[in-house]
């Protein structure tokens, strides 16, 4: 298709923005008119916002302020939203001025936060926005985190994985060739790893894995649990019992781990009761300590190279995204592990929102595309184009197996039968003929499920597709069931039997429905945000 010409200056009618929405720390990028990604700093002057919100009154504090403020006021601050998003409002929500707030409203207040900061930033509204999320969120978690982009105004243009986003700023801006890389994903709350092919203009997704609940606050925790145990050895007084002194406890636990980052020793003072203790940590000394948790991190990246089907010679190059991945025991571990160096050129804080930013540039030329209308810039497409001018395409696979609850006959009890299984790249369709379990069944109803297990009760319930049959089917009549899984992870559900069709489109949203997010859109509006 041939685009009109670009006008000499083409007023950009949409911004949009990349966004590292992180367990700890957040980060806003966007591309700038030569196509490079930049990273858009808070109204604090800072790359980075800690995910930390403070309740005063009817304002949010978001950020380094209220991260201050959390040893000082721990009962008014939220933080580690992340670990609970795709929770209903009845399993996870913090109250503060008399309403229940929920993990996507209370995400939805740290990137509002960020839109506010890169508005005054870059002087123009800012309308879309990729999001980025853990590879192996599942699909509430998802769209949870989609509904946050939308209750803070912007058009979520895609939900992005973390890794993909990481290898996508590293293939655009230094790769040379054909390479196999290796994502390590290391963040404040959670663990992901990732294999890409990256060759030109191709990003592919070949295999991920990961572990929802370990990051950086794991290896805090072993800091906090070592003080809080020897207080209590020496002054038979526990400090996690009182959460001002659990919160400055952690805080400093936090400083002690990232000193010894840099550091071969560093000492932990802390107040509680009357008492006072002060201990000195060694880099070893804490290295011991947490080896479990470097131990889980490993047999996870061993487990994602074997359903990969690949060994470490077959990995050109590791990439190291996440906070936690600065400190020396993780690298180590990965050195020793693969055999090969890791790439220090990437910024661990930064990639991700820059990936997810330069993605966000490739949905709107896509679009410009289909609609013939300019809204980027020459420079930034020739940037994101190859020769022939085709866009860079980045294929994702799935992180979970999409399946179907089906009756054994012979064993007498339901089982799951995979239908698209976990890796297939996406966008996948399957396409499978059942027999119905009885004779003279009036209606089929198919169970859709996600998960590894072959065991329903051992997998996460996504929703129903529900069709009529024709009376007097014999036993095993044969019905056709067909999935779609697309881009932006919406699983489409076609059930087919004689002629009757039912196909559902499985929003596996149990977060907020439409009136929630109305209500839920004007309860934010009522609150300032700095
Ligand atoms: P992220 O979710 O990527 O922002 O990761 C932040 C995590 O990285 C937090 O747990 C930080 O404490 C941790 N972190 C940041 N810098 C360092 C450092 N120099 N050494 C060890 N951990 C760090």
Known sequence: MNLPPYPASSPARRKAVGIDLGTTFSAMSHVDETG?????????????????????????????????????????????????????KIEFNREFGDKLWSAEELSALILRKLKQDGEKYLGVPITDAVITVPAYFSDVERTAT??????????????LNEPTAAALAYGIDQHHGNETVFVFDLGGGTFDVTIMKISEHHI??????????????DWDDVIVNWVSDEFDRQFNENPLLDLHSYQDLYNRALIAKIQLSSRNSTTLVH???????????????????????LEKAKAICEIAMAEAGLDWSHIDRILLTGGMTRMPAVREM?????GRPVDEDLSPDEAVAMGAALQATLVLLGRENDTGERVISQETRGKLSTAEGDLVRVTNITTHTLGVVLWDDQAMEEYVFPMIKKS??????AENSFGTAKANMKNVVVRVVEGESTVPAECTPLGLCNVELPPYLPKGSPVQLTYRYDENQV???????????????????????????????ADLMRVNVE
């Open 271 to 293: 107040s509680y009761a009357g008492y006072s203790l002060k201990l000195e940590l060694t880099r070893d000394e804490f290295e011991n300590r947490s080896r479990h948790l």
């Open 424 to 429: 297939t790249p996406v966008p996948a369709a």
């Open 146 to 159: 989609m509904h946050a982009g939308q209750l803070a105004g912007f058009e979520v243009l895609q939900i």
């Open 491 to 521: 699983l489409e559900v076609k059930v087919d039997a004689y002629g009757n069709q039912s196909v559902v489109k499985i929003s596996r949203n149990l977060g907020l429905n439409e009136a929630e997010m109305e209500e839920a859109t």
């Open 204 to 217: 592919q997704m070949l295999g991920s894995n990961g572990d929802h609940r370990l990051g950086g606050k």
């Open 36 to 88: 490079k990604a930049q990273i858009i700093p808070n109204a604090e002057s800072e790359r980075i916002t800690p995910s930390v919100i403070l309740f005063d009154g009817s304002t949010a504090i978001v950020g380094s302020a209220a991260k201050q403020n959390a040893a000082a006021e721990p009962e008014k601050i939220v933080d580690f939203v992340k670990r609970e998003m795709g929770k209903s």
């Open 334 to 338: 990965i050195r020793q592990m693969s």
